[in-house]
């Protein structure tokens, strides 16, 4: 029997000929990566262990991400923890408060490779799946013995296949088939599970839009989110490279023919319309028209899942067509990264927001981590391109948060209330 693409990788990494799911295996982990939230429990861990030299200070990443500027006395405390761990440990891929959000400035950076496993000490490390990696979040314990040893056990998973086909409408993103794909399979439907996605659909996307099919598998409960990689991947990949002179060997992987998956899902996208993930469940999927009409105070463009730089050029569309926001709403937008931020400013489009009334804000996981920029109040109702809505995700145990694509966000801010971007 031939092995999946997950399989495959974590058969590679941990020294197999072959793996089945259910086996247990010892892989050697490729990039490990930890943030100003988890990195410090880490940094604890190993000192509690009497740990005082990592396996490999190429191969470790730290990023500081989620409080950025300090926003608390506890946060620079944990900054300059961290801080003084990467010069004692000479690390050479660390990222200070500049970068931008982790899971945009691992690719952008070049520490995701195909055909490898990759851990963060973050749900959302699933994103990477995007490029034929392995990637998954771990606990901040576990990443500690990654930094100790370069391994880390795994079951290997099955394998969900989502073989996604047609052609998108005009108004519908990849948003909205991953958030229609969360809301058939449920919200725990893929535990511990691979949830793999191909399809001419996919073979069609960016791999911007790829990247936010794989950051939300975590939200359907999967292990990891994958796809396997083709041109579009190699080229982003060596691109990277070739712009930051660095060349590391690696092994796009491929399924095998007869592969067997635990379930195949065949989701046909040529009907699709713009949707919603209604509080206070991502799962809670429905139809845009369907909700239309409610009043919304704040909209939040940014975040690891939707604040890429076709996500802003979509959002800016939008409003620029329809000659600003509400003038009751309030918009936050975060770009995901430094290289961004920057893409956007040469683009007119920060410009374009500011000219409107939006707040801009500096790459980091702003408001999607309610605790930073953007926390909405009692009572308050938000739309947000972010991955989760559950009830305090964004501030007030009191308030809703509906997820959407950039899109759909943007024309909420534009109507001031959830609407269908169709229905402008």
Known sequence: MGMTLSEKILAKAS??????????????????????ITGPLTINTLKKE???KVWNNEK???LFDHQIPADSITAAENHILMRKFVKEQNIKNFYDIREGVCHQVLPEKGH???????????????THGAFGAFATGVGSTDMAAVFATGELWFKVPETLYFNITGELKPHVMSKDVILHIIGEVGFDGATYKAAQYGGETVKNMSIASRMTMSNMAIE?????????PDEKTINYVKSVMEKHGTTRPFEPLKADEDAEYEEVFEIEVNDLEPVFACPHAVDNVKQAREVAGRPIDQVFIGSCTNGRLEDLRAAIKVIDEHGGIADDTRVIVTPASREVMLAAMEEGIIQKFYKYGCV?????????MGALYGILGPGEVGVSTSNRNFRGREGSLDSEVYLASPITAAACAVKGELVDPRDL
């Open 50 to 52: 009497g740990i005082d």
């Open 15 to 36: 020294g197999n000929k072959t793996v089945s799911p259910g086996d247990i295996v010892m892989a050697k982990i490729e990039t490990a990566m930890a943030h100003d």
């Open 220 to 228: 359907m409960g999967a292990k990891t989110g994958i796809i396997e």
């Open 360 to 368: 801009v804000t500096n790459p980091s996981c702003s408001a999607c």
């Open 60 to 62: 470790i990443v730290i």
């Open 112 to 126: 995701v490779l195909p055909g490898t496993v990759l851990v963060g000490a973050d749900s959302h490390t699933c």
